[in-house]
C-alpha cells in the first residue's frame, strides 16, 4: 500500500523544515513531576470571525437519540435545500464521513461534502486554513494533539452551548475519550468519532500448533501463550523468526514519519514520563534509554525492509503470513480479513500490549493515540449551531456503527452502545474477542500529551529516533538528549509555566476520568 509510504515522506519533510528552523541549546535535568494540581486557564485564544451568515431560526429538539435531535433541530433552522456542509480529514478518518453521506443527505435534505489530504498534509492545509482564516471546511476530523496549537489561533468554536442543548450523548462515549477527546479549557470543544488504542495481533495458527508449542517449551521452558511481558514478547519473537520460510516474529511501523509512539508505549511502560517537574524533559531518563534500545533490539525480528513499512505495509504482511504478531490500531483487524491476500483472516488472535515488570508487578500501558474528534471551524461561512448540528449527528451512534463496519475503513468503536451491540459482535471480524481485546487496551490505557506545540516535540522525536533505529546514530542516550535540548527550546517558546499547568492539568483529567471508569 503506497499512501503509508507518502505518508511517511511527507511527515518527515515537514519536520525537518520545522527542525531545520529551530535549533537552539540547552536542556537540565529535575526530579519526575509530582501530583497535577487544579486545571488552570488555557493559552488566550484569539478571536474568530462572527458567521457571515444571519442567524438562523431557533432551533428545537426532542427527539429520543443523539441522531433525531439532530435531524429535528437542522429542520427547525430553515436552511435552504442543499445547502452544502463541508467536513475534511485525512484518507482514511474521512471514510467515516463517506459512510454516511447518503443517509445524511436522505435524512437531511442537506449536502454532506467530504474532502481529504494524505495524512502527512491534512495537518498542514487545517494549520493555513486557520492563519487565512478561510473556513474552507465547515467540520474537521482533528487529530486530537493538534488541539492546542488550533485553540490558539482561534480555530475552534466552543460546543457546550449546543452541546447542552442538543445532547450528543457524551455519556455513550468510553471514558477516559468522553473528556480528553472532547473538552479543553473549560468547554467542549469536540465530538470523539474514533477510539484509537492498540491490539497485539497474533497467529493463532503458530500459537495453537502442538509442535509449535513443544518446541517452544524445550527452548525457553514455558509454555506459548500470547506475551504478558516484553521478555516473553522478545522470546515469542525470536523463536518464529525463520528468514528462509519467509517468517518472522512481529512487525511494526518503521518508516520515518510516525515511529514515535511505540517508543512512548515503552518509555510509559518502564515507568517514564514525558516531562518532570518544571517541565524538564523526560524522554532522555534511564527509562527512555532502555525504551529506545528495547526498540532498536527488535528489529533484529522483524523483516530487513521494515523501514519502509507503514500502517498499511504491517497489516499486508501480517495478512499475508509474514510475521507472527502485530501491535497497531484496532483498524487493522477489520482491514486484515478485507485483504483480498490474507491468508490468516480466520486465524488471527488478539490480546493486549505487554508490559514491564517493574519492582516485581507487570506494568501494562498500552498508547490510545492519536485520537479524532469533529471539530467546528470558527470561520466557516455557515450558521455555526448548524455546522454543530451535522457533527453531532456524524458522531452519534447510528452513523458511528455504520463506519465500524465498513472493514475498508479506519474508525475504531468508540461508544458503549456500538461495543455492545449484538450486530456489531456477530458482523465485526473477531466477534466478541476483537472488541473485547479493544477494551481491555483502552482499560490500560495511556495518553499521548494534548499541547501547544505537540507537533514540534513529536516531529523532532520522530526525525531523531529514526535515525537512532536506522543505524545513522549510534548512541540512545545521545540521540534523546539532542531531542530533550530542543524541546526545552519549543517549552520556553511557547510559555514554561503555562505550559506546565496544561500538561499537568491534561493528566489530571485522564487519571480522574480512567480511574471513575475502572470503579464502575
Known amino acids: 500500500m503506497m499512501w503509508a509510504k507518502k505518508l511517511a515522506l511527507l511527515l518527515l519533510v515537514t519536520m525537518l523544515a520545522?527542525?531545520?528552523?529551530?535549533?537552539?541549546?540547552?536542556?537540565?535535568?529535575?526530579?519526575?513531576?509530582?501530583e497535577a494540581p487544579q486545571a488552570t486557564e488555557a493559552p488566550e485564544a484569539t478571536e474568530a470571525p462572527e458567521a457571515a451568515e444571519a442567524e438562523p431560526a431557533e432551533a428545537?429538539?426532542?427527539?429520543?437519540?443523539?441522531?433525531?435531535r439532530a435531524v429535528?433541530?437542522?429542520?427547525?433552522?430553515?436552511?435552504?435545500?442543499?445547502?452544502?456542509?463541508?467536513?475534511?480529514?485525512?484518507?482514511?478518518?474521512?471514510?467515516?464521513?463517506?459512510?454516511?453521506?447518503?443517509?445524511?443527505?436522505?435524512?437531511?435534505?442537506?449536502?454532506?461534502?467530504?474532502?481529504?489530504?494524505?495524512?502527512?498534509?491534512?495537518?498542514?492545509?487545517?494549520?493555513?486554513?486557520?492563519?487565512?482564516?478561510?473556513g474552507t471546511y465547515d467540520i474537521v476530523i482533528l487529530q486530537w494533539s493538534s488541539l492546542?496549537?488550533?485553540?490558539?489561533?482561534?480555530?475552534?468554536?466552543?460546543?457546550?452551548?449546543?452541546?447542552?442543548?442538543?445532547?450528543?450523548?457524551?455519556?455513550?462515549?468510553?471514558?477516559?475519550?468522553?473528556?480528553?477527546?472532547?473538552?479543553?479549557?473549560?468547554?467542549?470543544?469536540?465530538?470523539?468519532?474514533?477510539?484509537?488504542?492498540?491490539?497485539?495481533?497474533?497467529?493463532?495458527?503458530?500459537?495453537?500448533?502442538?509442535?509449535?508449542?513443544?518446541?517452544?517449551?524445550?527452548?525457553?521452558?514455558?509454555?506459548?501463550?500470547?506475551?504478558?511481558?516484553?521478555?516473553?514478547?522478545?522470546?515469542?519473537?525470536?523463536?518464529?523468526?525463520?528468514?528462509?520460510?519467509?517468517?518472522?516474529?512481529?512487525?511494526?511501523?518503521?518508516?520515518?514519519?510516525?515511529?514515535?509512539?511505540?517508543?512512548?508505549?515503552?518509555?510509559?511502560?518502564l515507568g517514564g514520563v514525558y516531562f518532570e517537574e518544571g517541565m524538564v524533559p523526560g524522554i532522555n531518563s534511564p527509562e527512555g534509554v532502555q525504551a529506545l534500545e528495547d526498540m532498536k533490539a527488535l528489529s533484529a525480528y522483524m523483516t530487513p525492509d521494515v523501514f519502509s513499512y507503514g500502517y498499511g505495509e504491517t497489516v499486508q504482511a501480517f495478512a499475508q503470513g509474514h510475521a507472527a504478531m502485530l501491535n497497531t490500531w484496532p483498524a487493522a483487524g477489520k482491514n486484515i480479513a478485507n485483504t483480498e491476500e490474507s491468508v490468516v483472516a480466520d486465524n488471527v488472535g488478539y490480546t493486549t500490549t505487554p508490559g514491564y515488570v517493574l519492582d516485581g508487578e507487570l506494568n501494562?500501558?498500552?498508547?490510545?493515540?492519536?485520537?479524532?474528534?469533529l471539530v467546528?471551524?470558527?470561520?466557516?461561512?455557515?450558521?455555526?449551531e448548524a455546522v454543530?448540528?451535522?457533527?453531532?449527528?456524524?458522531?452519534?451512534?447510528?452513523?458511528?456503527?455504520?463506519?465500524?463496519?465498513?472493514?475498508?475503513?479506519?474508525?475504531?468503536v468508540v461508544r458503549e452502545s456500538v461495543f455492545n451491540d449484538p450486530e456489531v459482535r456477530e458482523k465485526i471480524p473477531g466477534g466478541g474477542e476483537y472488541l473485547d481485546a479493544q477494551m481491555a487496551n483502552i482499560a490500560q490505557g495511556y495518553p499521548e500529551y494534548?499541547?501547544?506545540?505537540?507537533?514540534?516535540?513529536?516531529?523532532?522525536?520522530?526525525?531523531?529516533?529514526?535515525?537512532?533505529?536506522?543505524?545513522?546514530?549510534?548512541?540512545?542516550?545521545?540521540?534523546?538528549?539532542?531531542?530533550?535540548?530542543?524541546?526545552?527550546?519549543i517549552t520556553d517558546k511557547h510559555g514554561r509555566e503555562k505550559q506546565e499547568e496544561l500538561y499537568k492539568a491534561f493528566f489530571e483529567a485522564y487519571n480522574q476520568a480512567q480511574a471513575e471508569a475502572q470503579a464502575q
Not at 60 to 68: D, K, L, P, R, V
Not at 245 to 269: C, I, S, T
Not at 364 to 373: R, V
Not at 376 to 384: F, Q, S
Open 60 to 68: 428545537e429538539a426532542t427527539g429520543a437519540t443523539s441522531t433525531e
Open 388 to 412: 454543530y448540528l451535522v457533527s453531532q449527528w456524524l458522531a452519534s451512534s447510528e452513523q458511528l456503527k455504520r463506519a465500524n463496519l465498513n472493514l475498508a475503513g479506519n474508525t475504531d
Open 148 to 269: 492546542g496549537d488550533l485553540y490558539n489561533a482561534g480555530y475552534l468554536t466552543p460546543l457546550t452551548e449546543w452541546a447542552d442543548k442538543y445532547d450528543p450523548d457524551l455519556d455513550d462515549v468510553i471514558a477516559p475519550f468522553s473528556t480528553v477527546w472532547s473538552e479543553y479549557a473549560g468547554e467542549i470543544y469536540g465530538l470523539p468519532t474514533d477510539g484509537d488504542t492498540w491490539i497485539l495481533y497474533y497467529r493463532r495458527d503458530l500459537f495453537e500448533d502442538p509442535d509449535e508449542q513443544a518446541a517452544f517449551q524445550a527452548e525457553y521452558g514455558y509454555d506459548l501463550a500470547p506475551p504478558e511481558n516484553w521478555d516473553q514478547f522478545n522470546d515469542i519473537a525470536e523463536f518464529f523468526t525463520r528468514p528462509d520460510e519467509n517468517l518472522y516474529g512481529y512487525v511494526e511501523w518503521r518508516a520515518k514519519g510516525f515511529v514515535y509512539p511505540w517508543f512512548f508505549q515503552r518509555l510509559a511502560g
Open 376 to 384: 467546528v471551524n470558527a470561520h466557516t461561512e455557515k450558521p455555526p
Open 364 to 373: 501494562k500501558l498500552t498508547m490510545t493515540i492519536p485520537g479524532f474528534s
Open 72 to 134: 429535528q433541530a437542522l429542520a427547525a433552522m430553515d436552511l435552504e435545500p442543499g445547502t452544502e456542509f463541508t467536513i475534511f480529514s485525512e484518507d482514511l478518518s474521512i471514510k467515516m464521513a463517506e459512510a454516511n453521506v447518503d443517509a445524511f443527505n436522505e435524512q437531511t435534505g442537506l449536502v454532506l461534502k467530504p474532502m481529504d489530504a494524505p495524512f502527512g498534509e491534512h495537518s498542514i492545509k487545517i494549520m493555513q486554513d486557520a492563519m487565512n482564516q478561510t
Open 18 to 34: 520545522t527542525y531545520a528552523a529551530s535549533c537552539a541549546p540547552a536542556a537540565t535535568e529535575a526530579p519526575q513531576a509530582t
Open 450 to 489: 494534548i499541547l501547544p506545540g505537540a507537533e514540534e516535540y513529536n516531529g523532532i522525536l520522530e526525525i531523531e529516533i529514526s535515525n537512532y533505529l536506522t543505524g545513522e546514530t549510534e548512541s540512545a542516550q545521545e540521540t534523546l538528549d539532542k531531542v530533550a535540548t530542543e524541546w526545552e527550546r
